[in-house]
């Protein structure tokens, strides 16, 4: 079992900055592939940004691409967002997942999640 906890979400004005950070227990974390996810009331859960186990690659969605940036740093466990010039269409809940076997656009290639955290960026 990965346990996984973010940290970093807020109220920030629209055009600001905002940076996630996703720490996961356990001592084998370069071995999963990283996703973040976000989820708005009312909407599907959506993928945002995904990285390799060595962080070599990443996906973006189209919506946050150049704004957004993952990273991951596996001397700490952690994995994080720095979301730039966010809109108001960024507010959502936003979700770290892990994945045994690579990164994924898909919900369904991860098997961990953690419990979320609120991004809410006022107009």
């Known amino acids: 079992q990965v346990q996984l906890v973010e940290s970093g979400g807020g109220l920030v004005q629209a055009g600001g900055s905002l940076r996630l950070s996703c720490a996961a227990s356990g001592r084998t974390f370069s071995m999963y592939g990283m996703g973040w996810f976000r989820q708005a009331p009312g909407k599907d859960r959506d993928f945002v940004a995904a990285i390799s186990r060595g962080g070599a690659t990443t996906y973006y969605a189209d919506s946050v691409k150049g704004r957004f940036t993952i990273s991951r740093d596996n001397a700490k466990n952690t994995v994080y967002l720095q979301m730039s010039t966010l809109k108001p269409e960024d507010t959502a809940v936003y979700y770290c997942?892990?994945?045994?076997?690579?990164?994924?656009?898909?919900?369904?290639?991860?098997?961990?999640w953690g419990q979320g955290t609120q991004v809410s960026v006022s107009s």
């Open positions: 997942a892990a994945g045994v076997n690579g990164l994924s656009r898909g919900r369904y290639g991860y098997d961990y």
